[in-house]
Structures are given as C-alpha cells and as structure tokens.
C-alpha cells in the first residue's frame, strides 16, 4: 500500500546516527545536522520526519540520507493504522503507529494517515510534524 502515492516536499540531508529504511520515522539527533530514531512509542518529544531512501536500500550509521520534513510519503507500518489517524512512533526501530496519548500527556506526531493498513505495510502519510497534547 502507498508506495505510488509519494509527493515529497521539503527535503533535508542529514547524517544518520540509526541504521535506517525508506519510510522509518526519525528525530533530531545528537548533534548538528543528524537524525536518529524515536528514544520509544508515543514519544513526548517532537519527531523530525520520514527517511526517504526509495531505491529501497537500508543506511548504516554515519551514511548521508534525504529526511522529508513534509510532503506525502509512506512510511513503515508498526501496527494497524486507519486512514485519517494521527501518526506517531511505534518505538525504537522507527516504524508508526495510531496515537493514542492519553489525556493531559503530549507525544511527537508526524502526521495523518491518508490510507490505511496493517503491520509491516507502507501507510502514504500527510508528513506535518507537531506536539499533541491527549484529550
């Protein structure tokens, strides 16, 4: 699912400090110019953007790759996901999933879902980072 449906917009090259895929979630990293992925699910901090490596090749760390900070893309799927959910990590390994943050609690968001689907499929996503706090 999802993987003809990319529209990249602001693309930004930065230093991984993760061995990273195409569509893995990812957020500032430790130093100037690098990204890395989420500390865990549900971060409460904010998430950078989407890798986009799509000739489907994974970076090891220290390679230079493309970071979509907006546009349309499809990122990894880490459970079920419903078109018109907003997107969070799943955890450590980069992948999304639905946020569920609970009242009062903020988590990084990367985005909403324009598709739906399950678990290690690809979810073309509206990417537009920002802070949520739960209801």
């Known amino acids: 699912m999802g993987l003809s449906n990319r529209f990249p917009g602001q693309i930004v090259p930065m230093e991984t400090e993760s061995a990273v895929r195409d569509g893995d979630l990812v957020v ?6 690098k990204c890395a992925f989420p500390g865990g699910a549900s971060p409460t901090t904010g998430l950078l953007g989407v890798v986009m490596l799509p000739d489907g090749s994974v970076a090891a760390v220290g390679d230079t790759v493309d970071v979509l900070l907006s546009g349309i893309y499809p990122v990894r799927s880490g459970g079920v996901i419903t078109r018109g959910d907003q997107i969070t990590s799943n955890g450590v390994d980069g992948t999304a999933k ?3 943050a609970g009242a009062g609690v903020n988590v990084g968001v990367i985005g909403q879902a324009l ?10 996503t509206n990417i537009n980072p920002f802070i949520k706090q739960g209801a």
Do not use: M
């Open 115 to 124: 598709e739906s689907g399950a678990s290690g499929e690809r979810v073309s």
């Open 28 to 33: 500032v990293g430790s130093a100037d110019n």
């Open 98 to 100: 639905t946020e569920t």
